[in-house]
């Protein structure tokens, strides 16, 4: 079973109907014709149809042209002895496997090349940092350590806290990591 996509225009329409129509020395007016085919397309959206030539405008009066089946912008064509139920229920789980594996490539291709800036944090300004340093003396704000020292913010920016001096501390390691993203 394989699907292929299809594009028609009016004009296509026009010509189909004219070449497969038995009544095609009836009169008919665009309009009529553009009714059958928007009749005829709102039912392969919401399921399998097999492909058939329309026999006036009576949707239940159709001949087949073969294996070909039309589904949600595909025609598919089915390849051996299944019912028409059975195929439908192929074509429905066909469609349902593509449509699950584009998501996961939508999911994994987007998240790759999407980087939003707005979930980057701002760097700390050098002129805090310093300002920062020399109140807290180079000295973690905690146990008076000098070693490891991060900047750390006192009100998270995570929970509206800024990037000035009063939001600011020296910590050590230990005691950064141990505050989390809390607010001490």
């Not at 139920?85 to 584009?102: M, T, V």
């Not at 999407?114 to 973690?140: A, L, M, Q, T």
């Not at 806290?161 to 020296?170: D, H, Q």
Request: net charge neutral.
């Amino acid at each position: 079973m394989y699907g292929h996509s299809y594009d028609i225009t009016m004009m296509e329409i026009w010509r189909w109907f004219h070449y497969t129509s038995p009544e095609r020395d009836k009169t008919y007016s665009i309009y009529n014709i553009c009714e059958i085919y928007a009749d005829c397309m709102s039912r392969v959206d919401k399921e399998p149809m097999k492909l058939g030539i329309f026999v006036g405008q009576d949707f239940n009066k159709r001949q087949y042209l073969g294996d070909e089946w039309v589904f949600n912008g595909y025609i598919y064509e089915v390849k051996g002895f299944y019912s028409d139920n059975e195929i439908r229920l192929l074509i429905l789980d066909d469609f349902d496997k593509e449509r699950r594996y584009f998501e996961k490539l939508k999911i994994k291709f987007e998240e790759t090349q999407e980087v939003n800036p707005s979930n980057e944090r701002p760097r700390i300004p050098e002129n805090v940092r310093i300002e920062v340093w020399r109140r807290d003396s180079g000295k973690c704000a905690r146990c008076g350590s000098r070693e490891k020292l991060e900047y750390d913010h006192i009100v998270p920016i995570s929970k509206g806290g800024s990037n000035t001096a009063r939001n600011i501390e020296l910590l050590c390691e230990k005691h950064n990591r141990s505050k989390s993203n809390n607010v001490v």
